[in-house]
């Protein structure tokens, strides 16, 4: 018997609990050049493309059926996104939307940080019992399994650094591990063994708006580049961490100290992330892409490119899973140098 879905957008989302509630997480990801007509009408044109086009999905019934809906307040368009759901929820009955949960992660380096996010997993924890209560043997078990698949995409990680997985392949194999349930997922990813052959390009390193689909890896990697690695939480960032224990207070801690993502982090932070993360895998050039209406990348571009101290190439207002020819013009000199 297939468990009920619950959507969930945002890696802020603490998986686990709703694994442990015997429901199943799936990712909710938007797509590139898809209608996002009803997106555009409850949100307006002028937030992120990839919000208004999970709320058209959900509304077209594109995820198939949905229990509930868990967003993570993870960017500004992420709110935007659960105050269109609730009150669609609330004021148009006939649409049968799911229930929606918001939870709020902060990622301060505090003890009281701490204290407020062990009190919105614990939140999150009792909403989701009214599925099924979720046990201390249940939360155990649902955060070992889900470490566990963080360690092996770790693995496919290092493939794709010893050059026998080309960035494309790996950004689908993470994607996928998100539409899958855990046992599932690890099977998956345990099967993924590279390619023999070495993959070859200029190594480039990804930094700027999240990628929820591999359309602009595979334009990258057309022009004769490797993405080795990058810094947004559909690729690593979304399972560098794992848990320090299998309770529900090392749950909280493993999400407030997760990152550091653009919407959430210090430029600082973001910056000494990026260098660090770039030099580790071996990256010849940083580009840097900022998605039309994903207004807080760019404010980190300058810092990242002086702390990495790589060619850069900055693409700013994109569209959505695109880059435009003056992107691509701009990116090609640089990789050739380079």
Not at 85 to 113: I, K, M, Q, S
Not at 185 to 199: H, K, M, N, Q, S
Request: proline fraction near 7%.
């Amino acid at each position: 018997m297939t468990a009920p879905v619950v959507g969930y957008v945002g890696a802020d989302v603490p998986v686990e609990l709703i694994t442990a509630a015997g429901l199943f997480p799936l990712r909710l990801a938007g797509k590139p050049g898809g209608d996002s007509t009803l997106g555009d009408r409850y949100l307006g044109r002028g937030v992120d493309p990839v919000a208004r086009s999970i709320l058209t999905r959900i509304l077209t019934g594109d995820y198939g059926p949905l229990e509930a809906i868990v967003v993570s307040r993870d960017c500004e368009a992420s709110l935007r996104l659960f105050y269109a759901l609730r009150e669609l929820h609330r004021v148009e009955p006939e649409l049968r939307l799911p229930p929606v949960r918001l939870v709020d992660v902060l990622h301060l380096p505090h003890h009281t940080t701490t204290r407020y996010v062990h009190a919105k997993i614990a939140q999150l924890r009792e909403w989701l019992g009214q599925w099924r209560p979720i046990g201390d043997d249940d939360l155990a078990a649902a955060i070992t399994a889900h470490d566990t698949l963080r360690r092996s995409l770790g693995r496919v990680a290092a493939l794709r650094r010893a050059n026998r997985l080309s960035g494309t392949r790996f950004l689908e194999v993470v994607a996928a591990t998100t539409a899958l349930p855990v046992t599932d997922a690890i099977a998956l990813v345990d099967g993924v063994t590279g390619d023999p052959r070495e993959t070859e390009g200029v190594r480039l390193f990804l930094t700027g708006s999240s990628h929820d689909c591999p359309d602009v890896y595979e334009t990258v990697e057309g022009k004769g580049f490797l993405v080795v690695g990058e810094d947004h939480d559909w690729g690593e960032l979304l399972f560098a961490r794992t848990c320090a224990a299998p309770t529900e207070l090392a749950l909280a801690e493993r999400y407030q100290h997760n990152g550091p993502a653009a919407p959430r982090a210090s430029i600082r932070q973001r910056a000494a992330h990026t260098a660090a993360a770039a030099r580790a895998c071996g990256a010849e050039i940083l580009f840097f892409y900022a998605r039309v209406h994903d207004d807080a990348p760019p404010w980190d571009f300058p810092e990242q490119r002086a702390a990495a101290g790589l060619p850069a190439v900055l693409a700013e207002r994109q569209p959505y899973g695109e880059l435009t020819p003056g992107a691509l013009a701009a990116l090609v000199p640089a990789g050739a140098a380079a």
